[in-house]
């Protein structure tokens, strides 16, 4: 059996905290590591406990979640712990800080139990997660922007057809990568891509991997946004 996910969770309600602990580790794959009740204790513990996931709230006193989100990911670099913003207020402000800081998931904390766990199982596979009510927002929000930078098509000598009106680019993706990159477009996880074009998870794992490194983007919500806007979707 592979190790249980680690779980970290920061809010300042510690009635919260126990409702979050009892869903989560009632699930045999995961195990909550440690709590906090602002975002200076988030840093902290993300340090010394090293946690797969955090589970981060927004408003909080002292450091709020997401200054709290970004001291994380910029002190964690690479492999650090996935953070999945949970948070009561559906605002744009926060949603938009949440990804800028680097945040692997934003869910509000109206959705039911399944939902926390399924957003903690995402992100510890290194995927990205946003709540259905914010996924049109950040689509359209990113979308409607004049695209900027190189634009993905597949490789010299692809099957690909032609799409004449699209931009021409830098980022070599194969065909195959363009297809995996199409499908995250359409918010479609790895085991419907799988299905989508008959490979294996783990190959699909493989080219996500490829094309956030070809395209520079931090994950898959980045990726998402890239397609949209150069009119891969």
Partial sequence: MSAPI??????????????????????????????????????????????????????????????????????????GPAVVVVTTFDRDDYLFRALAAGASGFLLKNAGPEDLVAAVRVA?????????????????????????????????????PDRRDEPRIAVDLTERETEVLRLLADARSNAEIAAALYIGEATVKTHVSNVLQKLGARDRVAAVVFAHRHGLA
Avoid: N, W, Y
């Avoid at 602002?38 to 006193?61: F, H, K, N, R, Y």
């Avoid at 049109?136 to 990113?142: L, M, Q, S």
């Fill in 124 to 160: 510890a596979a290194g995927d990205a997660l946003l709540a259905p009510e914010v996924t049109k927002r950040v689509i359209e929000r990113f979308a409607a922007a004049p695209p900027s930078g190189p634009v993905a098509t597949p490789r010299e000598g692809s099957r690909e």
């Fill in 6 to 79: 680690r779980v970290l969770l920061v809010d300042d309600h510690a009635v919260m905290r126990a409702g979050f602990r009892m869903i989560l580790e009632a699930q045999d794959d995961i195990i909550v590591v440690g709590e906090a009740g602002d975002g200076e204790g988030a840093v902290a513990q993300a340090s010394a406990l090293s946690p797969d996931v955090i589970c981060m709230d927004v408003q909080m006193p002292g450091m709020d979640g997401l200054d709290a989100t970004a001291r994380i990911v910029e002190e964690s670099g690479p492999g």
